[in-house]
Every structure is written in C-alpha cells, then in structure tokens.
C-alpha cells in the first residue's frame, strides 16, 4: 500500500474537517459544552497567527459614562468589581483608581472574596437582557488576582451569585441560572468542598420538558455556613418571547450546607406560582430575617374609578364590537386620538365611518399603537413586591404598589440588601434606587444626578453602615453618608457600545451608541485621564439619552448627525443650532403595524448625503434626511412571530459604494434581499445554510448581523450570521459573487464565536476585519484564513467596526470595553502573498534623527526628562526577543584629510572611528508582524555623538541592519529646525 504523503495527509484531514463544519452548519443548535470549551485554544491559535499585534492599539474610551456592574465583592479596603461584558477590576483606594485582572473572560455574573486572598468568579450575566453573554463556568485566584485558573462548571452559562464560606475556603457554592436561549441543562445550585478540584449539583429544580429551573440568588449565613437560602427563577427567553415568570420560580432553604433543601416559598403568603418571575434575596443574620424581592408578573387588578376617569386605553379596542365602538362618545373618542398622536385626517367621525364601512376594525386603534418601547412600561402587572421571612412566616412589608421601579422588566433587576447593622435598613435596586429604614414599609428615592438610574447590586460596609457602595449601568458610585450624596467612580473604560461612527471633519470625531448609555462624540485621539474633573470639560459630549444605537453623519457638514435609541426612535440634530428633528417612518391607520428591531438600522447614502435609508420589517427612504418618507418594500422578513418582543424585523442594511441604489437587507429570522434599482424591485437570495430550522417551541432563526458589499469585487456581497439567540457558537460569515447562487464559507479557521460586524479595508483587496463576540479577526485573503486582530484587545465582544479612509484608521466597538482605534498606514506595503515569506528587515533604508530640543530636559521642574531616541519600523516574521546594536559607522578614506598632519589624539579618534564603537542598546521583545521599535539615542547622561550609524537587529539566527544618521548640531524646535 502506497504511504499517503504528509502534505496530502494533513490536507485531507483538513478537508475532513471543513465537510465536518459545513455539515454541522446545515443542521445547527445550540453549542455543546464541549464545544464551548474548546473556544479558548481556538482563540489562542488565532492569537498566534497575529501578525498585527505590534501596531499600537489605543483605547479612546470614553469612560466618563462607564458600564454595567453586575456585582460587588469587598475585603478591607479592596473592591473587586464585575461588570457585565466589561472583566473584574479591581481598586484599593474607593473607587479612585482601577486596575483589570482576569484576562481569560470578561462576561461576568458573580464574584465573592475572601480574606486569604482568594476571590470566585462566576462567568455569564443571570440579568437576561438582549446583551447578557453566556460565560464558560467559574475561575479562581489564591493571590488577590494576580493569577487566575479555571475551576469548572462550563455548562452553567449564566452565574447569579458566588460565596465563600467565611471560615472554610474550600468549601464555595455557585447560584447558576443556566442557558438563556436554550434548554435549561445547567442550573441550580453547586457546591465544592476541595477548592474548585470537584463540583456537586446540589439543589436541582425541574422544569419543562426534561429541562431545570435555575438558580439566580444565594446567601450564606455568616454566623453559620451552614445556613444557606437560594432563589430559583423559572424563566425562558427567546427572540420574539420572553417568558419571565414560571412555577418554579421559588425560595429555598438548607440548614446542612445544601445537602437537603426545603422549599419555604411553598408557605403562605409568598405568591409563587405561573406569575412569579425572579426572586432577590438578602438576610439579616443577627435577627435570622430573610428579605425576598419578587418581580409579580401577575395583571395587576383592574381599578375600575381610576380606569373611568383615564378614559379611553389602547386595551380597550382589543375586543371591542363594531356596535360597541360606534356607540361611543366622539369628544371621548376624539381626546384619545388626539392624546395618543393619530393622524388629523384620522378624526373621530372619520375613524367611526371607515369602521361602519368595514374599512376598518375597532382594533386597528390599538394595533396603530403597537411599539415595543411603549409595551416596557405601559403594560399594568403587580411588578415588585418585597416579603420578609421570620420564625417560618411570610409577611410582605408594604400595603401599596411599588411603582415605577422597573416597570414590566424585573428581569433587569431584582436585587435587594439590608443593612449587616440594621434590619430595618432595606435597599431595592430597580430603576430608581430605593431606600427603606423601617423594614420595607415605606421608601425613599435615594439617586443623584451623578448615579445612572438603573441598578443591580448594593454592598453596604458591615462596620459602617454609611458607607455604600451601588453598582449600576454606569459603574460604581461610592456614598459615605448612606446614599444622601454620591461619588462616580468611573475611571475605566468600560463602556458597551452597540455602534461606532466617524466623521471627516480635521481632526476626524468618533461617534458611538452605548447600552442605555445614549450617543457620545468625541476626538479620535481622545485617552482617557482625569484632567477633566478639573476642568469641567470631557472632550466626549453626549448626543441622546436611552440605549444609543446606530449613528449617521453628514460627511459634507459634521455638525448634522443622525442618533436614535431603541426600537427605531431616531433623531436628526444640528449640533450647531441645536436644531432637532424626530425621524420614526409611521403606518397608516388599518395597516399592519410596522415591527422594529431593539437596534434598528439607517443609512445615510455615501452616493447623495440628502438620502436617508431606515429598517423596521421595510425599508424606508427618506429623499430629504428624514422630513418626507416612503416606503421602498413590502415585508422583507418572514412576517413576524408572536410574542412580546418585537420580531420579524430588518437588522441590517447597505448601499453598494461604488453603484448607487445596488442595496442589500437582512432580517432577524435569517433573510437576505437584494435591490439592483434602488429598492423598486427585491430578490430574496437563497442561503448556504437553513436560516429557519424546526417548528413550535423549536424553532430556530439565524440572525443577519451584517450585510457588506465590497469596494474591490463589484458583485461581492459579504453576510455575516448569528446563533447567539439559540446559543449556537458558531462563526458563520459567508460570501457570494453571482447574487446568491453559489457562497463561499469564509473563516472556517475562525474561533466558535457568533460574528457581530464586518468591515472591507478599502485600500486592500480581499482585506477584512470581523468582530465577534470574543475580539476581532483579519483575512487578506478573502476569508480563506484569519488571525487575531491583535492580542492586547481584551476577550470581548466586538459589535461594530469602521474604517476612517483619509487617516487609514480602524475603529473598534466593543460592547464592555469601550472603543479601540488602530493606524493600518503603516500596512500600505504589505501584501498577503509576503506575509510568510518576508525576512527580518527594517522597513526603510535608512533613518535620520536630529537633536531636540526636549532631549534630556524636563518639561517643568518635577516632569521626567526626555529620554533621545529614534523610532525605526521594523517587520518581523517570528515572536522573540532581539538584541539591539549601535556601530558607528568607519569614516570612508575619500573622506580623510591629510594623515600626515593628525595629531596623536585626532590619530586615536580615527582609530576608534574606523573600528567603529558599539553601544549596546540591550532587548526589545518583537511580535510577529510590523512594528516600532525604540533605538535608545543616550550615551551616559548625554546623547551619542553626530555621526553616521548602523543599527543591528538580532532574533536567534536572524539579523536585520539599517544607517542611522544623528546630526545632533541641527535642533528640532517649535518654531522649527534651528543650527
């Protein structure tokens, strides 16, 4: 038998391996646990192979508005916080200063430390929300966050809470909520008593059809660690429903360290049942009280005084007979379209004749109103309701409502603490920050201009009960007089963009929409520091409030911006008359209500800057930006779903640059149109992988997260999909040149990671960056292969790109780590084709470098001085440390003068000049890739002599030389060069 060559070997194992990803494709779900494990070494892989990592990579923040904490451990004067897709961070002064720890992951739920040093982390978000990113289990450090290890647990997904035994470290517990999207596998709650070695699943809770209800809260007793209370929460997500409340939603009681469990919520006067949504708990261990904070997602009773007197709701017409409806006052009927914004033509003896005509039905005056903003806050359910549990007995602390604290979407929330000093010193942390001193039955608003107004975790000092500290969607706030003021302590650079933008003004601004953070501006060479507290000037200005979403600008006047918030609210502004004008294209009375998505997409045409483009489940355009609209479309999505979240909807959307009106749609249940004549007619293309999969309760959609036509290939369309609302990983981005008839799989290489952006780097052919939910990734050759963006860019999801074309810059949005900008110029010579071919070398012949006048002074009195060097690009085509020399360089004999007539000291210096005097300029660490590398100018406490040099470079057995030419005698000033 014929031995099969290892080339021809191991490409057929990677032909294998490609089949094995495109079979999976056409048949896809949600990643297995082995499958999510394996992410980490797939992204290392990536990591190796990056050859941009030596460009610098600048964080531009901002971090003036922060991001969202999920939790809050203290130990002394140590505050370990963990944000929700921005890492664990760390601070040792009360908030002045932050340092980052734990690089493997930063999508956290849960942390707890521990005196010894010891600090648990539990990975993935429980709030639920669109954004909240499943995590990989639990990791751990011994020292104080200086090393970390992962500990296990990769199928919980989401993590509530995580406790250290107070007196026994090894023995730790994780609340797990389990899988967001999917089946509940991973839920309940876990215990070790060997420090993470080995886990038990301790408390299981059954669900539905063969899955488990999760856990979102636990609390150790620290009098006794025996004593623990978990909350389990009932609750299914997907991405037209949102289930938010279940029978198994409960609270639960161990006296054995969590061998037996008793469900005391059973007890009366707790409201379990269909309607109980998530449960907070917190206990006060000198009185043994236990608070449970429960979201109610029952209707809440109808009050028949207060509904006669608001008159006329959109709830009303739901079933509303003809006869019913003809029957009613016109002045009443009239007050309530006049108050809920119809149309004038759409009057009340108008609407009455269109429904006498069968034009029209009594419904079609709720259905106009359909939005999935409003349906947040309008819909009446009992909402929060606060219980303590004492001597085995409920009793809910307070008569009223508590209303208008988070409306319909507990599931944001739903914690509550007490004060270690004061039992009746309760704190609810909802859209408002809440304050109780007499045990829950009455309550302050405790907020402050300074503090974002939705909340999440509360840690209240054991021994001052003063001191509090809150985390919220803007970070942590610091209170030293129990919440009457307030610090902000928002240093890091943390924030979860949606969307980035740039302009072309000089220099050019970026733009970006933040989660419920609004819209911000600001400089490209923005880094962030505190000079601003003394100044009172942040050079980031904020645009709109809400959850900023994507962002247009005027490319001929910068100061006409386009910003919007969630569920297709947009706004046109002139910045520099503050002139402002709302843009949310309408339905008619009668229509089907148009859907939009939570990050509805616009697009102010490159072609014509007056042509605005806007996606609900249509698209729209806009001739004059946003003053007059039509509709260019019927539905380009697949109709909808029923549920309470809105779906069905277009999330992408793109003009050709190069043709005018070639535009391109995609859809959140996986649909893709095409229009060659400027939207009058739409082809649907047919998909290389089944984007609707099964039925019912089973039904699965990959989401259109980008669609991109390409500046080099004129037919080159580019889709990126997205599994994450299924919790399916994979990485699918996929290209066609012949209008969908045959695609391309690109990054089959790429780590399982759901792709988020796409962007063609205009200078380069074939040249493309994705961002995933864990960084970013380059090709340079049309998707064939990827590598790491760059290896200091944090484990973090990446949502949008851009590339500002006159600066060759890439902008970076990542939802929790702020925005990142990148200069590719020093990329113009670089071609695919050399990029494992090109040798150690210097990228130019030579460098010159003049003296400064900053060389060796100090800018004022206490200022370091500034050391001389020359800055050489360099291209390497390995990892490794090099050693770094400087000759000089021997003065050519043409050039020597009269010998015979030298001195013995200017003999000497001729000498030592033709032998040349080397300095040795120690090591510089390279990366693969290009590079700056520092060539040290000082000799003793001066600057090397004028003179001719040639610099050496050398990686194990590679060497690279260039002349450097010092005239020091030339000076480099402000006002110039000067002798």
Same mark, same amino acid.
């Given at each position: ?44 892989? !990536?990591?190796?192979?990056? =050859? ?45 200063? *932050? ?107 059954? $669900? ?7 856990? &979102? ?99 009303? *017409? ?94 944001? *929330? ?15 942390? $909802? ?45 942590? @706030? ?83 911006? *386009?910003?919007?918030?969630?569920? $297709? ?28 998505? =939570? ?23 806009? !001739? ?36 005018? $009106? ?104 074939? =040249? ?39 600066? @060759? ?46 060389? @060796? ?13 020359? !800055? ?11 050693? &770094? ?41 390279? &990366? ?43 000076? &480099? ?7």
């Amino acid at each position: 038998m014929m031995p099969i060559h290892p080339t021809l070997r191991g490409a057929c194992a990677l032909l294998l391996l490609m089949e094995s990803l495109d079979a999976q494709a056409q048949s896809w779900g949600a990643s297995s646990t082995q499958e999510r494990e394996a992410v980490h070494a797939e992204r290392d892989a !990536m990591m190796a192979l990056s =050859w941009t990592s030596g460009l610098e990579l600048h964080n531009i923040g901002p971090a003036v508005m922060g991001g969202r904490v999920v939790d809050l451990a203290v130990v002394g004067d140590t505050t370990y916080v963990a944000y929700a897709t921005g890492g664990l961070w760390k601070t040792v002064n009360h908030g002045t200063t *932050f340092e980052p720890l734990l690089e493997a992951t930063t999508m956290l739920g849960a942390v707890d430390a521990h005196p010894s040093g010891r600090i648990l982390v539990g990975s993935g978000e429980v709030n639920s929300s669109r954004s909240s990113y499943a995590g990989d289990g639990v990791y751990l450090s011994n020292d104080g966050g200086r090393t970390w290890a992962h500990a296990g647990l990769p199928e919980t997904h989401h993590i509530g809470r995580v406790r250290i035994d107070p007196s026994r470290p090894d023995r730790m517990w994780v609340a797990a909520l389990g899988e967001l999207y999917s089946k509940n596998q991973g839920g309940g709650v876990y215990r070790t008593e060997d420090g993470g070695n080995t886990w038990t699943r301790v408390l299981t809770v059954d $669900g539905d059809a063969k899955s488990v209800v999760g856990a &979102v809260d636990l609390v150790v007793d620290p009098r006794n660690p025996d004593h623990l209370y978990a909350a389990t929460w009932d609750r299914t997500r997907r991405a037209h429903e949102f289930t938010e409340a279940g029978a198994g939603s409960g609270v639960w009681e161990s006296q054995d360290g969590g061998d037996t469990w008793s469900r005391i919520s059973q007890l009366d006067g707790f409201p379990e049942g269909p309607d109980a949504g998530r449960i907070g708990l917190a206990h006060h261990a000198a009185s043994n009280t236990l608070y449970a904070l429960i979201d109610n997602q029952a209707a809440r009773p109808m009050d028949e005084a207060a509904a006669e007197e608001e008159g006329l709701t959109p709830g009303a *017409f739901l079933d509303m007979s003809t006869e019913a409806f003809l029957a009613l006052d016109n002045d009443t009927l009239q007050a309530y379209l006049d108050e809920n914004g119809f149309q004038p033509a759409d009057s009340a003896a108008a609407v009455k004749a269109r429904v006498q005509r069968d034009e029209l039905s009594p419904r079609a005056l709720h259905d106009y109103l359909s939005d999935g903003n409003a349906a947040m806050f309008d819909t009446e359910i009992v909402g929060p309701e606060l219980y303590a549990f004492q001597n085995g007995a409920w009793q809910r602390t307070h008569e009223g409502w508590l209303d208008d604290v988070w409306y319909t979407y507990g599931y944001y *929330f739903g914690t509550v603490s007490v004060d270690p000093s004061d039992v009746n010193t309760v704190y609810i942390a $909802g859209v408002p920050l809440l304050k109780s001193t007499d045990g829950g039955q009455t309550f302050e608003h405790i907020g402050a201009p300074n503090v974002h107004v939705d909340h999440h975790k509360i840690w209240i000092d054991p021994d001052n009960p003063r001191h509090v500290l809150n985390g919220n969607d803007g970070g942590m @706030n610091v209170s030293w007089d129990g919440g009457a003021s307030w610090i902000k302590c928002n240093s890091p650079s943390v924030g979860q963009f949606y969307a980035v933008e740039v302009d072309d003004a000089e220099p050019y601004n970026v733009y970006g929409g933040l989660q419920d953070n609004g819209t911000w501006k600001g400089p490209h060479t923005h880094k962030e520091n505190p000079a601003w507290h003394q100044t009172g000037q942040h050079p980031y200005r904020g645009l709109g409030g809400g959850d900023g979403m994507q962002i247009e600008v005027d490319r001929r006047n910068a100061d006409i911006v *386009f910003t919007g918030y969630q569920f $297709g609210w947009y706004r046109k502004t002139n910045l520099a008359t503050g002139e402002s004008t709302s843009l949310h294209p309408t339905h008619e009375l009668g229509e089907t209500p148009l859907r939009w998505n =939570w990050q509805t997409p616009i697009l102010l045409s490159r072609h014509q800057q007056d042509i605005l483009y806007m996606g609900s489940n249509k698209l729209h355009r806009s !001739m004059d930006q946003g003053e007059t609209w039509e509709t260019l479309s019927g539905d380009l999505t697949r109709g909808g779903l029923a549920g309470n979240v809105p779906f069905g909807t277009l999330t992408t959307l793109a003009e050709h640059p190069e043709r005018f $009106g070639q535009l391109a749609v995609g859809s959140d249940d996986g649909l893709v149109h095409v229009s060659m004549d400027g939207g009058h007619a739409w082809k649907r293309l047919e998909m290389p992988i089944p984007t609707s999969l099964g039925k019912g309760d089973g039904l699965k959609h990959a989401w259109v997260t980008e669609v991109m036509w390409s500046h080099h290939d004129a037919d080159l369309l580019v889709v990126a999909l997205n599994g994450y609302r299924h919790d399916a990983l994979d990485a699918w981005v996929f290209a066609t040149r012949n209008g969908g008839k045959t695609w391309e799989r690109w990054g089959k290489d790429l780590p399982s990671e759901p792709v988020n952006a796409l962007v063609e780097l205009e200078d380069h052919p074939g =040249w493309w960056v994705v961002g995933t939910d864990g960084g970013a990734y380059l090709t340079t050759n049309a998707g064939a292969s990827f590598s790491a963006l760059h290896r200091d860019l944090p484990r973090v999801p990446v949502h949008d790109l851009v590339v500002q074309e006159r600066e @060759n810059d890439l902008i970076v949005g990542t939802h929790g780590r702020g925005i990142y900008r990148m200069d590719l110029s020093s990329l113009d010579d670089v071609t695919s084709t050399t990029l494992n071919t090109r040798p150690l070398e210097f990228v130019d012949a030579k460098v010159e470098v003049a003296r400064r006048e900053e060389w @060796n002074t100090r800018g004022w009195a206490w200022s370091d001085p500034k050391e001389p060097e020359a !800055m050489c690009w360099v291209w390497s085509p390995v990892d490794g440390t090099a050693q &770094v020399r400087l000759r000089t360089m021997p003065v050519s004999e043409e050039n020597q003068e009269g010998k015979g007539g030298l001195s013995a000291d200017q003999i000497l210096d001729q000498l030592q000049t033709q032998e040349g005097r080397v300095y040795d300029r120690g090591e510089v660490r390279l &990366v693969r890739g290009m590079q700056q590398v520092p060539i040290s100018l000082l000799d003793g406490d001066n600057h090397i002599p004028a003179g001719p040099y040639q610099v050496t470079l050398k990686v194990d057995d590679l060497e690279a030389r260039i002349r450097l030419e010092c005239d020091t005698e030339l000076v &480099v000033t402000e006002e110039g060069v000067k002798p």
